[in-house]
């Protein structure tokens, strides 16, 4: 390396310690120039749009799967049986944020627009199983349970109200046919009157 590139590289080191230190003083001393944020007594406000945790409004869901069969990558599971008004009950809904990369898909697809991504971001755990979220606080064996019996119920019902309807009906067709005349009178003239 000849003497003067040597000095060259000198001379640039100076410079682009200078500029960096000129930024580094500014950000220092204006107070508008603030870049960090003393999380977590703050956070971040999150611009709109933003894609953070998913919340399914289970009250709103109807249980179509179609966010099951959209995710690329199987973060949701869902489980749910027939109630005895014929609407899907859910016995399950969790999503996998752990797995989850956030793409929105499930969040358009979804019908009723029951899930829904939040802001929320923040979620640490030493145990992958606290990052699978759970919509559906009651156990889902007591849910099938629960709906099992009530659709037995509501069928038990349905049978006895038909059994009733039946009981009620008229039960005079055959007295009726008896009050029928058995000949035409006429037509029995006719044919006394040929012979
Ligand atoms: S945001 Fe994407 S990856 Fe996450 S659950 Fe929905 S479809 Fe799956
Ligand atoms: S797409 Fe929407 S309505 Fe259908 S199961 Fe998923 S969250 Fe529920």
Redesign the pocket.
């Known amino acids: 390396m000849s003497l003067k590139a040597y000095l060259n590289d000198i001379v640039e080191a100076v410079v682009t310690t200078a500029k960096g230190m000129r930024i580094t003083a500014r950000y220092g001393v204006d107070p508008k120039e603030e870049v960090t944020l003393q999380y977590p007594e703050e956070r971040w406000e999150m611009p709109e749009g933003y894609r953070g945790f998913l919340h ?1 409004d289970i009250k ?9 069969r959209v995710c690329p990558i199987d973060c ?1 599971s ?1 489980e749910s049986v027939r109630g005895a008004d014929k609407k899907m009950v859910l016995a399950f ?1 969790d999503i996998n944020i752990g797995r989850c990369m956030y793409c929105g898909l ?1 969040v358009e ?4 627009k ?2 829904k991504h939040t802001s929320g971001y923040e979620k640490a755990s030493v145990e992958l199983g606290e990052l699978t979220l759970h919509f559906v606080a009651e156990d889902a064996a007591e849910i099938k349970a629960r709906v099992a019996r009530q659709v037995a119920e509501a069928a038990a019902k349905e049978a006895e109200a038909k059994a009733a309807a039946e009981a009620a009906k008229p039960a005079d067709v055959s007295s009726e046919s008896a009050k029928a005349p058995a000949t035409d009178p006429k037509a029995a003239k006719e044919g006394e009157d040929k012979g």
Do not use: H
Request: aromatic fraction near 4%; charged fraction near 0%.
């Open positions: 399914n709103t869901c109807t249980a179509c799967t179609m966010c099951v949701i869902l809904y499930c697809v979804c019908p009723p029951s899930l």
